[in-house]
């Protein structure tokens, strides 16, 4: 069992930065690749990043490649999600994932697993 708790979210104008952050305990947070997810109202879940147990690989989709890093600190059993040059298409609710099943290909990370766990997800919202 893995809890997870995001922060950071926030009202940032259009071409700022914020950085969210994702706190495990529970179990063995270096067990778990982790992923990020972000819900627009109105719209389903997506997919925005994920990283490898070592946090030495990692997939980002298309509309964030360029403009987000996703890291991992395994010591502090944290991800975060850095968000630089935000558009108001990134408002959404940003919600960490832990993955309880193995494989590593954009294919197999940009669908959560059905039986990995979440956070209660953070508000972002970029607006002049």
């Known amino acids: 069992q893995v809890t997870l708790a995001e922060s950071g979210g926030g009202l940032v104008p259009p071409g700022g930065s914020l950085k969210l952050s994702c706190e495990a305990s529970?179990?063995?947070?270096?067990?778990?690749?982790m992923g990020w997810f972000r819900q627009a109202p109105g719209k389903d879940r997506e997919f925005v990043a994920a990283v490898t147990w070592s946090g030495r690989n990692v997939y980002y989709a298309g509309p964030v490649q360029g403009r987000f890093v996703i890291s991992r600190d395994n010591d502090k059993n944290t991800i975060s999600l850095q968000m630089n040059s935000l558009q108001s298409d990134d408002t959404a609710v940003y919600y960490c994932?832990?993955?309880?099943?193995?494989?590593?290909?954009?294919?197999?990370?940009?669908?959560?697993?059905?039986?990995?766990?979440w956070g209660q997800g953070t508000q972002v919202t970029v607006s002049a």
């Open positions: 529970g179990a063995k947070f270096r067990d778990y690749k």
């Open positions: 994932h832990a993955y309880t099943t193995s494989g590593w290909s954009f294919d197999r990370v940009a669908t959560p697993d059905a039986a990995g766990y």
